[in-house]
């Protein structure tokens, strides 16, 4: 919720007299998941959402914001994303995505997607790689070495809390190193100050 208004709040301030409908639509937020299912699989999904365009347009939504579709394990509802380039199956897939865009446009609305810069799925390929310290992925998250040892145990360089209240910092055994997740420890936090990770985000958009 945090990452899709700040993104908002930025393109309303951003915007030209072109395109001040940001500051002026109104905006119906889906869950694909729980809106319709189209295939009796007892999930919602995007033909779902091609289906209920006539409920929105109804309504006098004007704009709809999907949370997010991408490939991911699901641990926290698809904002632990393993593949930002991907449909999530449950949901369908790029033609399904196509066929949504495209009957939203009929009805005259716009889509927002949900896009989650902060953190990745600790499933995603790129965390993989970290963790294995792989080139050019080493730094694609923020790994810091433990503040000393407990016995065998390490301890963490803060006692920085995550949001869901536990320790901000998880161990790798394979790396030996700790790593920064500001949600679940399945969410491992990007690191920003590499410039490869701007660029990665840059290409995804």
Avoid: C
């Amino acid at each position: 919720m945090f990452v899709f208004l700040s993104s908002l709040l930025y393109l309303l301030h951003s915007a030209t007299s072109e395109d001040s409908w940001w500051g002026t639509t109104s905006i119906y937020q889906v869950y694909p998941l729980s809106l319709q299912d189209s295939d009796g699989d007892g999930f919602g999904d995007l033909q779902g959402i091609v289906a209920r365009m006539g409920y929105f347009q109804e309504l006098g939504i004007e704009t709809i914001w999907l949370t997010p579709i991408y490939a991911s394990p699901m641990k926290d509802f698809g904002y632990d994303v393993s593949n930002y380039l991907e449909i999530n199956p449950i949901f369908g897939d790029i033609e399904d995505f196509k066929d949504m865009l495209n009957s939203a446009h009929e009805f005259g609305l716009k889509v927002l997607m949900d896009f989650v810069p902060n953190h990745s799925s600790s499933e995603h390929d790129w965390f993989k790689r970290s963790v294995a310290n792989e080139s050019p992925y080493s730094d694609y998250y923020v790994w810091v070495d433990p503040l000393g040892y407990d016995g065998a145990t390490p301890i963490p360089p803060t006692n920085w809390l995550s949001k869901v209240r536990t320790s901000a910092w998880e161990w790798s055994e394979e790396r030996q190193q700790f790593y920064y997740h500001q949600y679940q420890a399945a969410q491992p936090d990007l690191n920003y100050r590499n410039s490869l990770v701007i660029q990665e985000m840059k290409d995804i958009l």
